[in-house]
């Protein structure tokens, strides 16, 4: 069986970082400063 998964370029970005952390070529800090700050960040106390 197969199965289509449509995602943007951005998801298809997030994905291949992740899948170097998974076989250990990239860093979560580097991961981190590759993919940047997520957009819905809430500041707590603000």
Do not use: N, W
């Not at 289509?4 to 970005?13: A, D, G, P, R, Y």
């Amino acid at each position: 069986m197969s199965c289509l998964i449509t995602m943007s370029q951005k998801e298809l970005h997030r994905l291949e970082v992740i899948q170097k952390i998974r076989d250990e070529r990239l860093s979560v800090v580097q991961a981190a400063e590759l993919l940047g700050p997520p957009k819905d960040v809430t500041l707590l106390g603000s």
